[in-house]
């Protein structure tokens, strides 16, 4: 998806495809206060428990029967997951999670230059909400070094399982929900 239509108001749709059966998914609401409770808010940090808070009641209770059930392998979740958070934000999904963790923790720095511009989560989609707020790190940084080191930190991939290190994508969401004083 273009960085630029993923800054207006749309639809993501998703096929989730089981073994047995497949759940058609669509999230229409793409605005960043939908995306940030989910990210923040999961009582535990996993890609389950984000795709359960953003999507509807019932297509939520069929992926978990699907997932209970063994139709649909947690990878395929897990790839759907991504898939549609990198569709929504307009970056890759460890890029969105970075600057979400490193806005929440350096909240008192931004938060109110966020709202003095006008960029009201509830108002505007993920990913400009995602835009303003690495704008206004990056803006924040006081040379060149601070800078580099900032963008750095955003585009750093977690490592994923078979990766050495073992860092899967569970343990790097409760990591970032911890980051964040979650």
Known sequence: MSRILATLPGRVR???????TSLQVAVDDLRASTWLDAVLSAEEATWLNLLIRILSVEDGERLADML????????????????????????????????????????????????AGGVQADLVTLGTWLDAA?????????????????VTEIKRKPIEDGDEGEMDEADF???????AGH
Not at 76 to 99: G, H, Q, S, Y
Not at 140 to 150: A, G, I, P, V
Request: proline share 3%.
């Open 134 to 150: 690495f704008y206004l790190m990056r803006k924040s940084t006081k040379d060149e070094k601070s800078h580099d080191q900032l």
């Open 14 to 20: 998703v096929v989730l495809q089981g073994e047995h």
């Open 68 to 115: 209970a059930s063994g139709d649909l392998p947690v990878k395929t979740l897990i790839e759907a997951a991504k898939d549609m958070l990198t569709t929504v934000a307009a970056r890759p999904w460890w890029e969105a999670f970075n600057i979400i963790a490193v806005a929440d923790a350096s909240w008192d720095a931004i938060g109110g230059q966020m709202a």
């Open 173 to 179: 969401m409760a990591a970032m929900t911890e980051l």
